[in-house]
């Protein structure tokens, strides 16, 4: 009798081997899903670049108002009559005064 219960145990492990960690068991749909979703995610990242390369592509053909952006940019360029205006950042002297600590200039 204990020879039948034991065949019978060994024949079910035999069976629940490949459908848990065989070459197409759960655990490898598992990470198969997992992959599937991060590479989609990666996908519609990339749909959106696209689309926005695609719309920029149009703009460049088409119209000048693209180049015109990109002039002023990425070269800094200006039209005639327009004056070009920077804001720089405040100063390390001037945050450390602000919070109450000695500055290295002195009256």
Do not use: C
């Amino acid at each position: 009798m204990r020879i039948i219960i034991y065949s019978m145990v060994l024949l079910l492990l035999a069976i629940q081997y490949p459908l848990w960690l065989g070459k197409g068991g759960w655990l490898k749909v598992y990470d198969m899903e997992k992959q599937v979703e991060l590479q989609q995610a990666k996908n519609s990242l990339l749909s959106l670049r696209n689309a926005k390369l695609t719309g920029d592509v149009k703009d460049l053909k088409e119209g000048t108002r693209a180049i015109e952006e990109r002039a002023r940019v990425e070269h800094g360029m200006i039209k005639e009559g327009e004056f070009f205006v920077q804001i720089l950042p405040a100063e390390k002297s001037s945050k450390n005064t602000a919070t109450g600590e000695k500055s290295a200039i002195t009256n």
